[in-house]
């Protein structure tokens, strides 16, 4: 069973204007769903109001003995509860039969990081660079470089900043994080 569009219409657009969700987050949901509903349909199911609790944790199970990491499959039952729930609630499926679904403990690895010497280096070779070439790329890699490092902000918020986020007077920047948080 593919993604019914009129249901994926109608979930997406649940997505962006309740849940206020990020593109990315959306896709992902998406494709969950889609992922879901092909498994099930493997298991026989045609219909949406014959999805139970059980095709869940089969299609959760599956991946996992494919490889997929703990919190892959976290991400993915938070998902799907999202898509349970709301689909009980506008009449797409007849209970919210995710609310009893239990997510995995995701494993709690801290991302590698420079210490301190090692961003000291990078800087500094950057700041010798940015001199010699005198480049607009080059000074705006420093920029860069300095922003991630002094204010611990993603990649991803990073590259979101605009000139009018930039508050001179106050040596301040304003970030929106995820969900679009300040």
Avoid at 159 to 164: A, E, K, T
Wanted: charged share 25%; no cysteine; net charge neutral.
């Amino acid at each position: 069973m593919a993604l019914d569009i009129e249901l994926a219409t109608a979930y997406r657009s649940h997505l962006i204007s309740e849940r206020n969700l990020s593109e990315n987050s959306i896709r992902a949901y998406l494709a969950d769903l889609e992922s879901l509903l092909l498994h099930i349909n493997q298991l026989g199911v045609t219909e949406f109001a014959q999805l139970e609790l059980n095709h869940i944790r089969s299609w959760l199970a599956n991946l996992s003995t494919k490889g997929a990491a703990r919190s892959s499959i976290t991400r993915r039952v938070v998902s799907i509860r999202a898509f349970t729930y709301w689909g009980a609630r506008s009449g797409w499926l007849s209970s919210d039969i995710g609310k009893d679904l239990i997510a995995p403990k995701p494993e709690r690895n801290l991302p590698d990081v420079l210490d301190v010497q090692s961003a000291a280096l990078t800087i500094k070779a950057l700041e010798v660079r940015a001199r010699e070439e005198a480049s607009a790329s080059s000074l705006r890699d420093l920029a860069l470089i300095e922003v991630l490092y002094g204010s611990g902000i993603r990649i991803s918020e990073l590259v979101g900043l605009d000139l009018g986020d930039i508050d001179r007077q106050r040596s301040t920047i304003k970030v929106l994080g995820k969900g679009s948080k300040e």
